[in-house]
């Protein structure tokens, strides 16, 4: 029994050498509605930060996910059949490349469905219309950045942690020499706001902290390493 497990936890990081965008070939769309049911793995490191198939850069905590067939941006609810807990997910990418399953789910989805522990799953996936414009993420979206790490395992230990306590975390990577992992807190949808919210992890957390956008450009903001 150990070995199956370490096995299945080893999996479902597996993919693709190189992944690289997709030919524009024509598509037909899916039928809202239709249905698969198989085995689901998820990915994060070392894809976090790299391009996807459909030309994005791949943000392991967004509700995102590889599919071998389904057009981009078909949006998909998958729903773990061991706990009927379920997350909508858009495919940007190609995946997963191991026989027998089906969908590669972003590290945030798996986590909303309890997949991170066991790594697979058997799920049931249905596709479903685009959530109305009001429901996508704003563009312009403020948080707060609590620091910079050459280490990632430090960043993750620091992202669970604030994530218990503001409800929301993610990590962002910054290429560079060396790398970063940048460590970005909660959601406003104003300045002020995010100001206070600086003010009250600053206040739990005495330390270097500043207010970024929590949009592609954030990742251009200055960085303050730690160790």
């Known amino acids: 029994m150990m070995i199956a497990t370490v096995v299945a936890l080893t999996g479902c990081h597996k993919?693709?050498?190189?992944r690289t965008?997709?030919?524009?070939?024509?598509?037909?769309?899916?039928?809202?509605?239709?249905?698969?049911a198989g085995i689901a793995s998820w990915y994060g490191y070392p894809y976090h930060g790299r391009r996807s198939a459909n030309g994005e850069i791949y943000d392991m905590e967004k509700m995102t996910a590889a599919h071998r067939t389904l057009p981009?941006?078909?949006?998909?609810?998958?729903?773990?059949?061991?706990?009927?807990?379920?997350?909508?997910?858009?495919?940007?990418?190609?995946?997963?490349?191991?026989d027998g399953r089906i969908i590669d789910v972003s590290k945030a989805a798996a986590r909303a469905i309890d997949l991170l522990g066991p790594g697979i799953t058997r799920v049931l996936l249905t596709v479903v219309e685009p959530p109305?414009?009001?429901e996508l993420p704003p563009a312009n979206?403020?948080?707060?950045?609590?620091?910079?790490?050459?280490?990632?395992?430090?960043?993750?230990?620091?992202?669970?942690?604030?994530?218990r306590e503001y409800g929301f975390a993610k990590i962002a990577y910054r290429a560079g020499a060396p790398p970063l992992w940048r460590v970005l807190v909660?959601?406003?949808?104003?300045?002020?706001?995010?100001?206070?919210?600086?003010?009250?992890?600053?206040?739990?957390?005495?330390?270097?902290?500043?207010v970024v956008r929590l949009d592609d450009g954030a990742t251009d903001a200055p960085v303050i390493p730690q160790e």
């Open 72 to 98: 981009f941006d078909t949006w998909v609810e998958v729903k773990n059949l061991t706990n009927e807990k379920a997350v909508t997910v858009r495919i940007t990418d190609r995946g997963p490349f191991i």
């Open 21 to 36: 965008a997709a030919a524009p070939h024509p598509t037909i769309a899916p039928r809202i509605g239709a249905t698969e």
């Open 132 to 134: 109305p414009p009001a």
């Open 141 to 163: 979206v403020f948080t707060v950045q609590i620091g910079a790490f050459r280490e990632q395992e430090r960043a993750e230990q620091l992202r669970t942690e604030y994530e």
């Open 186 to 210: 909660g959601r406003a949808s104003t300045l002020e706001e995010a100001n206070g919210l600086l003010a009250r992890i600053q206040a739990a957390h005495p330390g270097p902290a500043f």
């Open 15 to 18: 993919k693709a050498k190189h």
